[in-house]
């Protein structure tokens, strides 16, 4: 099969492409191209890509930031934006004897390929509708568009919205604003079906959605494939979130794909390095975490791709061979369907197990955590006021409180790392927030050290620590590492910032020595290169780690990091945290770290000895050591994080999630007693009456739960009767209807 | 400087440093970040070129030029010389044989004054206001926008007037001043609310945590983000003041007392007819011509300087002059590829 024509490019993939190919494709992609003119040379976005779609099958597309998987989407249906330009061959093939050349079509063709053949689903639902018109007139207008029957096209449309659990109604006549996030990006979908189109492509359509909508909707997505017999080409960074899903995984390195197989395949002998690496990079809950590691090196520039195999300048199976010629792809074990494009794929599950090897090394930090707490919350709430929307005489009602953080207390101690784990709209920044002093409470006390912060910031009663060494010691790290540093600033301006101000003794080349050696310290070498860029002239990762020395300057006893790794490439994210907890040895601080995602919660506190909390609508429901709350949940809460933390397996179905409602309650009508029990499946009548809370008594070590479960059997909660709402199937019913309903009662 | 001395090992936090950098070094540093690098941006651009050519001409015949040409006295030459036909009248005479070049050039100086002014009046105090009143908030905001907003509501042409006649400015200082003097309210609410979005911004939330005042993060966070838009409106509000000032003289509103090419207009309109009778058009059309070349300039200029602020343009500027290393070019494409792919 394959011929060992290592000579160059264009012959390889000619003499090796069977595998590529499928047997009834829907797609044919043939040495597309994609090439942008800038002032820097020639950037080849696309590289000569081969791929087969085949017809009704899921092909998941895995690659992290800027390796031209969203390029791929766009070529697909030629739309390539300017001054772009796409070359090679598109075949679609509407049925399995017609063929259609995309990229000769007339623009009036094209449009009609576009949505009613092939059609595309982006990332940020929020922004693909329009604010002013109401969902209905967003499928009216397509339907329109296409020249579609009106009353048709409007029934099939109820009917996709009921196969994605919306009420049709309801989500018809609202505005994009009014629903959420999950809703707007199910609507979105029903919107790119609504004309019946055999392929559809998703961007990373649930990237900006919590880990559990992610997980609903991709489990809606496999029923919608079936019942619509769709080929779906699902694009992501997220390798777990697909493996399930998809049929075949195609993974993207530096515009090209470097390995394409059916998922298991993929997931359980993985060939080309890079495939390896990164599913060894991806932080998750089953390995353990000693086996996690980065990938070495940064993607390439699409200006200047390495010579021969391109992955080369990272890969541990380098040899001359692959710095001199580009690798064809290689049938792995004979089997038609599974290639990559590797010299060394034989060798690639011996160097790079997937299992444990000893050779490297990882520091385990143990917190070694004090008597004392440095920052400790008690009783601590934070309630937004809401402007009411009534008009003018609504200023004469109350405004609506949101109970962000509610009755929290929570201590940190030095050297100690807590991971705030959640949904989105739990209140989980708010409370980081709270507790490094940059949000006032509205009840109960924040102390740095025995001295009340709020007290100090106003002067009250005796201040032993004045406000400004306690605003010193508590920092923090942004989530988005490009907002994180002014743009206008150079690295070395930005880093001197801090000095300047605090530690006026310096002078000028003190500062400029102690940002060089920092920079040098966290990798950034040489430091004199890096101090005089701007932040677009650096990485995300080391954007962040400027972010994070910024912060280390101050020499602080408390960093919150807000996400810090969340906006970060997958192969970097484990890096990234490596370095922080290098440094909390180096500069004995701790950390707050506040994460949607559970696996990276574990391995940054794990790796710390630190704890987990987990929070639900503002409360702390469960707190205690990070590898006990990751193997024992006792909360049903932090078992449906669990739930929704996605594994790398490929045979487990997209089961039900153990949840009885989907969508989060309104924090301004929290439900009345256990906050979680209108979603929970074991929640009893008592739960709606009762809250239950942390154990006072138990020391900060151990593991806590709110959650009536873990009382004694003498507790009313094990005689009252399970809460049955009749429609426990009906995961996307609105939570806060449901509250309603209970309240009523 | 070489990275010798320092070993990756010893904690970051203590070092100091051992080597040092002359005040020269510094200050070559300081006017290449300053002068060099905005001076190559701007040339690199065609439109900004030659707005700044056209500037550049105009603040040589302020300066220069009312030394070289004298100043134009009545009766010097024949009346009503058409342009381009006298080497020693280049533009022509008007009716009472006052060469109309000179008047150009002498009604420059008054002109370029009161534009200083007016302009640094109205984009200063808009900027003041707008991103303390933005980013403090609160009942420094509601003050401060309050009497933003009663300004906006007195309309301007009139309280111009009214305050011309009062007053009799005869400097061109008080004058620019004067002409501008509610035109900064409007700015000053467009800055706030771009102040409003920027304030929520992580690097600014990072400086206030830092417990840095708020005056320095106004100065280094918040301005250079609002540089490219203060620095348009600064050359808008330039030529606000060029036609406000031309129109209140050609009405005869402000003071005849100095050179001005609305007054040139005025006396052309009034007592050459020059709206009627082809001899005198030249000078009625001269000083036109002066204003619209100066106004030309500012549109250009204005139009080139966004790229002033833009941290890639000067990023890219800053490696032709060898201030860094050449490879920057090359490694700081992530986050093109990125834009790519957005």
Not at chain 1, 460 to 488: K, Y
Not at chain 2, 288 to 315: K, Y
């Amino acid at each position: 099969m394959s011929d060992n024509s290592f000579t160059g490019r264009s012959e390889a993939t000619k003499a090796d492409v069977s595998a590529i190919q499928v047997d009834d494709p829907i797609l044919e992609m043939r040495d597309a191209s994609v090439t942008f003119d800038m002032d820097r040379g020639e950037s080849r976005v696309l590289d000569q890509v081969n791929l087969d779609v085949q017809r009704n099958e899921i092909l998941g597309v895995v690659g992290e930031s800027g390796s031209g998987k969203s390029m791929f989407a766009s070529a697909l249906l030629d739309a390539v934006v300017d001054p772009g330009t796409l070359s090679g061959d598109i075949t679609y093939h509407p049925d399995p004897d017609r063929s259609v050349d995309v990229l000769d079509l007339s623009p009036e063709q094209l449009r009609e390929l576009r949505w009613e053949e092939i059609s595309m689903v982006f990332q940020g639902a929020q922004s693909s509708f329009n604010p002013t018109t109401t969902i209905r007139d967003h499928f009216e207008e397509t339907i329109e568009a296409h020249n579609y029957d009106m009353a048709q096209g409007m029934a099939h449309a109820r009917e996709l919205l009921e196969d994605l659990y919306l009420e049709p109604d309801r989500v018809l006549d609202a505005y994009p604003h009014e629903l959420s996030g999950g809703m707007q990006q199910r609507a979105l979908i029903a919107l790119s079906l609504v004309l019946e189109p055999n392929v559809l492509v998703m961007d990373e359509p649930t990237a900006a959605l919590d880990l559990l909508m992610q997980r609903s909707i991709l489990s809606l997505l496999n029923d919608l494939q079936e019942k619509y017999d769709l080929t779906v080409v699902f694009i992501t960074h997220d390798l777990p979130l697909v493996a399930g899903l998809a049929d075949r995984l195609a993974v993207m390195y530096a515009f090209e794909f470097a390995e394409v197989g059916p998922a298991d395949e993929i997931i359980r002998n993985p060939t080309h390095p890079y495939t390896r690496s990164l599913l060894k990079a991806v932080p998750n809950l089953d390995t353990p975490l000693q086996e996690m590691q980065p990938i070495e090196g940064m993607a390439p520039d699409p200006v200047d791709v390495p010579e021969g195999c391109s992955y080369h300048p990272r890969c541990p199976l380098a040899d001359d061979v692959c710095r001199a010629s580009n690798p064809a792809y290689h049938a792995v074990d004979d089997s038609d369907d599974h290639v990559a494009a590797c010299f060394h794929w034989e060798q690639a599950s011996d160097v790079l197990s997937l299992t444990t090897d000893g050779e490297t090394e990882h520091a385990e930090i143990v917190g070694k955590q004090s008597a004392d707490p440095v920052v400790s919350l008690t009783d601590v709430d934070v309630h937004f006021e809401q402007e009411a929307d009534g008009g003018l005489l609504s200023i004469f009602d109350d405004p609506d409180l949101v109970h962000a953080v509610d009755d929290v207390s929570l201590d940190v101690y030095e050297n100690d790392v807590v991971a705030l784990v959640g949904e989105s709209g739990c209140g989980k920044t708010t409370l980081g927030k709270t507790s490094i002093a940059a949000q006032r409470p509205t009840g109960g006390s924040v102390t740095y050290r025995e001295q009340d912060v709020w007290d100090a910031k106003d002067g009250v009663g005796d201040v032993e620590t004045p406000f400004e060494a306690i605003r010193r010691s508590l920092q923090m790290v942004h989530q988005d590492p490009g907002g994180s540093l002014n743009p206008n600033r150079k690295v070395q301006a930005s880093l001197e910032a801090p000095l300047k101000h605090w530690n006026t003794g310096m002078d000028a080349e003190d500062r400029k020595e102690r940002v060089f050696s920092m920079l040098e310290y966290v990798g950034m070498s040489p430091p004199e290169d890096y101090a005089g860029r701007y932040p677009h002239q650096l990485s995300g990762g080391e954007q962040q780690r400027v972010a994070l020395i910024r912060a280390l300057l101050m020499n602080p006893d408390l960093i919150l990091a807000d996400e810090a790794v969340s906006a970060l490439d997958v192969s970097l994210r484990v890096e990234v945290m490596d370095l922080m907890l290098e440094l909390q040895d180096v500069f004995d601080t701790s950390y707050l770290f506040i994460s949607h995602n559970l696996s990276n919660a574990r391995y940054f506190a794990g790796n710390a000895g630190g704890r987990i909390g987990v929070m639900y609508l503002g409360e702390i429901v469960e707190i205690g050591p990070a590898e006990e709350i990751i193997a024992n949940p006792k909360h049903p809460y932090t078992k449906v994080l669990k739930w929704s933390t996605a594994d790398l397996e490929v045979d487990q179905d997209v089961e039900e999630p153990p949840i009885s409602s989907i969508d989060i309650p309104d924090p301004v009508d929290p439900p009345s007693g256990c906050r979680f029990h209108t979603r929970c499946p074991e929640a009893r009548e008592a739960c709606a009456r009762q809250q239950p809370s942390l154990d006072e008594h138990a020391s900060d070590d151990e593991h806590r739960v709110a959650c009536f479960r873990e009382y004694d059997q003498s507790h009313e909660y094990w005689e009252s009767e399970p809460i049955d709402d009749g429609e426990s199937t009906d995961l996307f019913a609105d939570g806060s209807d449901a509250a309603e309903i209970e309240s009523d009662d | 400087m070489t990275a010798d001395d320092r070993t990756p090992d010893d904690v970051p936090f203590e070092t100091v440093s051992s080597s040092e950098v002359t005040r020269g070094e510094r200050i070559r540093a300081t006017i290449d970040e300053w002068i060099l690098v905005p001076a190559r941006i701007l040339w690199s651009d065609w439109r900004a070129r030659v707005g700044t050519l056209i500037m550049l001409l105009y603040v040589l015949m302020g300066t220069v030029g009312v030394w070289l040409v004298d100043a134009p006295q009545i009766g010097e030459g024949e009346r009503l010389i058409p342009p381009f036909t006298d080497p020693s009248y280049p533009l022509g005479t008007d009716s009472m044989g006052n060469d109309l070049f000179a008047q150009v050039v002498h009604a420059t100086p008054p002109m370029l004054e009161m534009i200083v002014a007016g302009a640094l009046f109205t984009t200063v105090m808009a900027t003041i206001v707008g991103t303390f009143s933005g980013y403090k908030g609160g009942r420094t905001d509601k003050l401060l926008m309050m009497f933003t907003d009663i300004l906006l509501t007195i309309p301007g042409l009139p309280l111009v007037i009214v305050i011309a006649v009062i007053l009799e400015p005869r400097e061109p200082w008080v004058i620019g001043i004067i002409l501008t003097l509610n035109a900064w309210a409007g700015l000053a609410r467009a800055i706030r609310s771009q102040v409003l979005t920027m304030r929520e911004e992580s690097f600014v939330e990072a400086s206030r945590l830092m417990g840095l005042p708020t005056r320095t993060i106004l100065v280094k966070d918040i301005v250079p983000g609002l540089m490219p838009y203060i620095l348009v409106n600064f050359v808008n509000s330039a030529r606000t003041v060029v036609f406000t000032s031309v129109g209140l003289y050609f009405l005869g509103i402000l003071p005849f007392t100095n050179h001005n090419w609305g007054v040139m207009m005025n006396l052309a309109y009034t007592t050459g007819g020059a709206l009627y009778t082809l001899r005198a058009a030249h000078w009625l059309l001269v000083p036109m011509a002066a204003i619209v070349l100066l106004s030309f300039g500012f549109i250009l200029f204005a139009q080139g300087t966004d790229r002033l602020f833009n941290p890639r343009v000067r990023a890219r500027h800053e490696n032709n002059a060898g201030a860094n290393s050449s490879d920057d070019a090359d490694e700081n494409s992530g986050k093109v590829s990125t834009h790519i792919q957005g």
